[in-house]
């Protein structure tokens, strides 16, 4: 069974501070997924990565980054985090073939 | 970009009753549609999928409508139970198995026993 961990389930922060988001897959696929959910919004894809130190970005990457660089991780970054990147966060991975995405138990982020 | 739109936004029916959500897209290359179920505090999970040279495909109680032409999918719960209630969440696709997913804003089904 596909396992996606995220190191947290809950997370306070400070505005400006700078955040990591990480997750790990131990299925060896190559794509990773980072969204956003928020009440109404469904999930929105941030960023995304098909391979080690590859990434693309998605739809809503202002403020974001991330990196990968071993294939099993995959971080999310807040630069300078702000009052409106408080949210739930989810991580993804898919591998080859025809499978689904596979979520993680995703990270509650508060910024205060 | 693709668009999902999802409808309605909260739902509630009576134990047993169907249940139906509707999904439009906007982008007519789009050839996959996963529907993911997320209960309180988990994570979402898929429930059942369709391609787009199909259109209908069934598992037990949940069934999946696709219509190419208007660009336009629907899940059907039928004899609902409480353990249905969830967030459901439809999304479109271009890519194989799920890549870049446009995911609708959700409904949330309140089955009440």
């Known amino acids: 069974d596909v396992k996606v961990t995220q190191s947290s389930r809950y997370l306070v922060k400070r505005t400006g501070e700078k955040v990591f988001l990480e997750c790990v897959q131990d299925m060896d696929h190559e794509n990773m997924f980072w969204y956003r959910q928020d009440p109404g919004l469904g999930l929105r894809l941030i960023y995304f990565s098909y391979d080690v130190k590859m990434k693309e970005k998605g739809d809503i990457p202002e403020g974001y980054s991330v990196s990968r660089e071993k294939k099993e991780r995959f971080s999310l970054i807040l630069e300078s985090a702000s009052t409106n990147q408080t949210s739930m966060y989810l991580c993804?991975?898919?591998?080859?073939?025809?499978?689904?995405?596979?979520f993680g138990d995703g990270t509650r982020l508060s910024i205060l | 970009g693709e668009n999902v739109e999802q409808h309605p936004s909260t739902l509630s029916v009576q134990e047993g009753d169907s249940a139906v959500i509707k999904c439009t897209y906007s982008?007519?290359?789009?050839?996959?549609f996963p529907w993911y179920k997320q209960e309180l505090g988990k994570r979402p999970q898929l429930i059942i999928d369709i391609r787009s040279n199909v259109g209908e495909k069934k598992d037990q109680r949940i069934a999946v409508t696709l219509n190419k032409t208007a660009k336009h999918f629907s899940l059907h719960i039928t004899e609902t139970q409480p353990e249905d209630s969830a967030v459901y969440f439809c999304?479109?696709?271009?890519?194989?198995?799920?890549?870049?997913?446009?995911f609708g804003g959700g409904t949330r089904l309140m089955v009440k026993p």
């Open positions: 999304a479109a696709s271009k890519g194989n198995a799920g890549n870049m997913l446009t």
């Open positions: 982008d007519s290359a789009s050839n996959y």
């Open positions: 993804a991975s898919l591998g080859g073939g025809n499978q689904p995405q596979h």
